[in-house]
């Protein structure tokens, strides 16, 4: 699993086990973040990863820019995989080894993402209770329903759907 661009790009991370994650497809990642870099300015944005799973997502967002990083993971072996890859780049975050759905903060995000196990059935629950936000990206499968905010824009690749939301 490598960085797709930015100050890091090339750089490679530790994968943890497949079995336990699935990391987001570099073409996704790739996606996300040129549909993002239409609607605000990383330079000064944080960015909150509520399902960590390999890290990935936060690291592309330091590489592209974005001043700070949230990592929320449940799962203490993955947690430990993702802290080591941001050591491995020598990049600082806050990291939260604890379920999602048991996080709470007042802080304000300039964008949320969310990627749960798509067959958890959490996505409802995760969107009741995100933080304040400017743009929440959800990858979902397609049989999963966002009906929460405003759709800003959806996208498919394969049986992954991109979807972003603002208030």
């Known amino acids: 699993m490598n960085i797709t661009a930015g100050k890091f ?29 239409a609607y605000i300015e990383f330079e000064n944005s944080n960015f909150l990863d509520m399902y960590g799973g390999s890290g990935i997502m936060g690291l592309e ?15 203490k072996k993955i947690f430990q ?18 379920d999602t759905l048991k996080f709470k903060t007042k802080e304000t995000f300039d964008v949320i993402y ?3 196990p798509y067959h958890a059935g959490i996505y409802e629950q995760t969107l009741n209770i ?15 329903e966002i009906n929460k905010y405003n759709i800003l824009k959806q ?6 759907v991109l ?3 603002t208030k």
């Open 81 to 98: 995989i993702i802290k080591k890859n941001y050591e491995l780049l020598n990049q600082n975050a806050k990291f939260h080894n604890l």
């Open 155 to 160: 996208k498919k690749y394969g049986d992954k």
């Open 130 to 144: 995100i933080p304040e936000f400017k743009i929440c990206v959800i990858e979902h499968s397609e049989e999963t």
């Open 9 to 37: 790009k090339g750089r490679k991370l530790i994968t943890p086990d497949t079995k336990l994650v699935r990391p987001t497809l570099s073409k996704v990642r790739m996606a996300v973040f040129n549909v993002l870099q």
């Open 163 to 165: 979807t972003f939301l």
């Open 114 to 116: 969310i990627d749960p």
């Open 61 to 75: 967002a330091i590489s592209r820019g974005f001043k700070s990083v949230t990592v929320i993971e449940k799962d």
